[in-house]
């Protein structure tokens, strides 16, 4: 069995944990605090960064689109119908842009500045970092996530799925990234319905269930998390 090491809030690791999910295999999980750079795992990555994927051999592989390509050339291209992943060029090049969009661009712009400050700085020693959420900080990811949130209702509204007519990396992507937010309720869906009824039908999907059981010390989800039918 592969082991990813993680953490319940990282957007990245959820993107991974779905794949594996979609593709029926089992990983095991360890529980990472980035912040603590432990000696163990920085010889696993030197850039103290999750997710980290134990490949087969114990071989380190670092980061969510890297592991995502890992896996895609392991297993994915060995599900046909189920791959999560294109025919056309064109469409694997919309599916990759829209990767990057939601690990690279929201990523930056909102998802991880709330996390630090809302779920890791006040887990964090002072001498790593821990302390008061910064409120500007926190109003600034927040502007930034209105238009993601606009942007995602836009593709959910004039698509199937994210990325075109079948479910791909993309939408599994999207969720990692506003799973996060939605734990700490940080998305107000009635103002984004087409983008409401995709994250349902993404929510309703097996894969999804190991993450909507997720918690984290100290800051519970929002009371519609683990609700199918919110």
């Known amino acids: 069995m592969l082991t990813l090491f993680h953490h319940p809030m990282s957007a990245s690791s959820r993107f991974i ?9 089992e990983i095991a999980l360890i529980e990472e605090k980035p912040w603590a750079r432990r000696k163990e795992f920085l010889a696993l990555n030197p850039a103290g960064a999750i997710p980290v994927l134990l490949a087969e051999g114990d071989v380190p592989i670092s980061g969510g689109t890297v592991i995502a390509e890992y896996v895609d050339e392991t297993r994915g291209v060995l599900k046909r119908d189920r791959r999560l992943f294109a025919d056309s060029s064109l469409d694997r090049a919309e599916i990759r842009r829209l990767i990057d969009w939601y690990l690279g661009k929201a990523e930056n712009e909102v998802t991880r500045h709330l996390v630090r400050e809302r779920v890791f700085k006040p887990l964090m020693p002072a001498g790593e970092g821990g302390g008061s959420p910064e409120a500007a900080v926190i109003r600034t990811a927040r502007s ?5 949130v606009k ?3 836009w593709l959910a509204g004039t698509r199937n799925w994210l990325a075109g007519d079948k479910i791909t990396y993309a939408d599994m992507a999207a969720a990692g990234v506003l799973s996060v937010l939605d734990y700490l309720g940080e998305i107000n869906w009635s103002e984004c319905p087409a ?24 800051i519970s989800p929002v009371s519609h998390y683990a609700d199918l039918d919110f």
């Open 144 to 148: 930034n996530l209105k238009q993601h």
């Open 151 to 153: 942007y995602t209702n």
């Open 195 to 218: 983008a409401k009824d995709w994250y349902t039908r993404m929510k309703s999907r097996p894969s999804f269930r190991p993450l909507l059981t997720d918690r984290v010390r100290g």
């Open 17 to 25: 944990r779905l794949i594996f999910a979609e593709y029926g295999e």
